[in-house]
């Protein structure tokens, strides 16, 4: 069993996040073995985390599931971190990890789920009318699922092996991804993602694709999808970062990440909101450049740079640019403002009145 007793939280590759299964930022005085992270009954001990680690990472490490055969342990290869980096370098877009990444982590919003959260929409499950809309049962157990995973017979050991691992889909995963070949498990990742889009469409907007239809659709785009990106060769875990020993390279390094972080957010609100092309401007020159690069980045943001990689395959033609800091100002300005009204906002059509003329005159400067 592991417990978390030798899993380095610095080293190791431990955490849902693609491509480095690590947290961004080491502070000084850091714990450094993941069971400092645990409360004696083995649950996550979220207070103290909350004091170490960024919000993103605190919610990561929090949405890790403690049981007794998913902790972390370097004894015994955790099969959680396994299935996370089969899954993350998977030859499918950046939304179908994502959405499959939801689906371990028990975040889908079925409606199951939103139930616990006392929001009520449509009852049950569009495909069977079976009552319940549970994550499981949508991501695989649904008679619908099954009978688009029978189309393809290889995966027949896959269906028949689920109800061996009813409680949990990330073993269930984890023991698929043994027992096929990898461009297969690629595409049964693939066809369990183009069920819950399918899904959205009955629930949201009233379309339906009937069996045959959508299992086309969805092996034309996979095959699209793999003629285009041939031979992804899976990036193997990274060497760790170097980490300076005093403080003062440490905070240098801290401020590089803080200025490759929007970067990161700017792809990821293009990928759920599905805008394509984009170009992403950045004042962050070794950002641009790395990202330009061939080489894999070694430095404190070569993790940002991995997922940017990540969130860029699902958005086509979109690429960073290097702008100078000052035809960037309202940018900056904005930032400050996010930063001081404490809000977390994004948008889509017209601009929300208190930041109208900042981006006006961002308009402005830009078009000259
Ligand atoms: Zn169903």
């Known amino acids: 069993m592991g417990d978390g007793q030798s899993i380095h939280i610095w080293d190791d590759p431990w ?3 693609p491509n480095s299964f690590q947290p961004f930022i080491r502070r000084d005085g850091a714990p450094t073995l993941v069971r400092e992270l645990l409360l004696p009954e083995l649950s996550w001990n979220s207070d103290f985390i909350a004091q170490w680690f960024e919000p993103e990472d605190v919610a990561l490490i929090l949405s890790i599931p403690l049981n007794q055969r998913s902790i972390p342990s370097a004894s015994n290869p955790s099969p959680i971190v396994e299935t996370w980096k089969r899954i993350w370098n998977a030859g499918i877009p950046g939304k179908v990890k994502v959405h499959m990444w939801k689906v371990c982590a028990s975040i889908l919003p079925t409606v199951a789920q939103l139930r616990t959260k006392r929001i009520w929409i449509t009852d049950g499950c569009v495909f069977c009318n079976d009552g319940d809309e549970s994550i499981h049962h949508v991501s695989r157990d649904c008679s619908f699922v099954h009978a688009m995973l029978r189309k393809v017979p290889s995966l027949s050991s896959v269906i028949s092996s689920s ?16 027992t096929i070949s ?5 595409f049964l990742l693939y066809l369990l993602w ?8 009955r629930v949201w907007n009233g379309k339906n694709l009937d069996l045959e239809q959508l299992f086309f659709q969805a092996a034309s785009s996979f095959s699209l999808f793999t003629s285009l990106h041939p031979g992804r060769s899976p990036k193997i875990k990274r060497a760790s970062a170097p980490l300076g020993a005093s403080s003062d390279r440490n905070f240098v390094s801290y401020l590089l990440v803080i200025e490759a972080l929007p970067g990161k957010a700017a792809c990821a609100w293009a990928v759920e909101f599905n805008q394509s092309p984009n170009i992403f401007e950045s004042d962050c020159l070794q950002l641009v450049n790395s990202l330009k690069s061939e080489e894999e980045d070694h430095s404190m943001i070569g993790r ?7 969130h860029l395959t699902s958005i086509p033609s979109s690429f960073f640019q290097h702008v100078y800091k000052e035809s960037n100002l309202e940018a900056h300005k904005l930032a400050k403002l996010a930063l001081y009204s404490n809000v977390f906002a994004n948008w889509k059509g017209s601009i929300p009145s208190t930041i109208r003329s900042l981006v006006a005159s961002y308009c402005n400067t830009s078009s000259h």
């Open 15 to 17: 955490l849902p996040r």
């Open 163 to 178: 109800s061996d691992y009813q409680a949990s889909m990330l073993d269930w995963l984890s023991h698929s991804m043994q």
């Open 182 to 186: 990898s461009e297969l498990f690629d």
């Open 194 to 201: 183009a069920v819950w889009k399918e899904r959205n469409q």
């Open 304 to 310: 940002v740079v991995d997922d940017i990689l990540v």
